[in-house]
Structures are given as structure tokens and as C-alpha cells.
């Protein structure tokens, strides 16, 4: 099992910077991806960003391509998200996921994700 905690959200100025955190505990040794998800109210889950376990590759939907940036800290167990010119639409609830996977592996696809943090609230201002 992997206890995943996100941290870092909060209320924020549109154009504005934000980091996430997603901080994982329990069985940590093995390889995974960590990727984001958001939902925003009365729509459903989207894929954000992901990054491999060895944080080789990453990929971003996008929406947020070159304003969010996905890393890594393998010793800190810790995975965030840098929001940088923070728009309104990027108001939603923010979640990480965990895949165990090969080290370079990497996906998208919300299902294929084996567990899941509860998740922090981001909203934008303008």
C-alpha cells in the first residue's frame, strides 16, 4: 500500500505561482510513476502531468503545457507540481496517483493508476 498526501494548494491571484506537493508513505521502494489529476467543479477528472519514476520523461496535457512544470525527489519520497501564470480555469481539486511501473514508464490514462491521494483544492482569482 501507498499512502499518498497532497499539499500546497490554496487561493491564488490569477498570473500567480503555486507549488504542489504530493508527499507518498508505506511501500515507497518500488518503482511508480506520479502523476497529477484535477477535477474542477461539475466537470470530470483530467490528467495534468506525469513523470516517470526516474523523472526521464514527463508529459503534460495541453492546457498546462509550459506553464506547469512536474519533478521529482526519490529520497523525499515527494513528487510536485510548479503552477506558474495561473489562470482561472486552472481552479479545480488537484490529486496525485501513483503507478507502479517500469522506471521509464509514464501514462495519461487515470484508470491505470493504483492509488490515489485525497486531493487539494487550488482556486484562482481574477
Known amino acids: 500500500q501507498v499512502q499518498l498526501v497532497e499539499s500546497g494548494g490554496g487561493l491564488v491571484q490569477a498570473g500567480g505561482s503555486l507549488r504542489l506537493s504530493c508527499a507518498a508513505s508505506?511501500?515507497?521502494?518500488?518503482?511508480?510513476?506520479m502523476g497529477w489529476f484535477r477535477q474542477a467543479p461539475g466537470k470530470e477528472r483530467e490528467f495534468v502531468a506525469v513523470?516517470?519514476?526516474?523523472?526521464?520523461?514527463?508529459y503534460y496535457a495541453d492546457s498546462v503545457k509550459g506553464r506547469i512544470t512536474i519533478s521529482r525527489d526519490n529520497a523525499k519520497n515527494t513528487v510536485y507540481l510548479q503552477m506558474n501564470s495561473i489562470k482561472p480555469e486552472d481552479t479545480a481539486v488537484y490529486y496525485c496517483?501513483?503507478?507502479?511501473?517500469?522506471?521509464?514508464?509514464?501514462?495519461?490514462?487515470?484508470?491505470?493508476?493504483?492509488?490515489w491521494g485525497q486531493g487539494t483544492q487550488v482556486t484562482v482569482s481574477s
Open positions: 496517483a501513483a503507478r507502479y511501473s517500469a522506471a521509464s514508464y509514464i501514462t495519461a490514462t487515470a484508470t491505470e493508476y493504483d492509488y
Open positions: 508505506g511501500r515507497t521502494g518500488s518503482s511508480y510513476a
Open positions: 513523470i516517470s519514476y526516474r523523472g526521464g520523461r514527463t
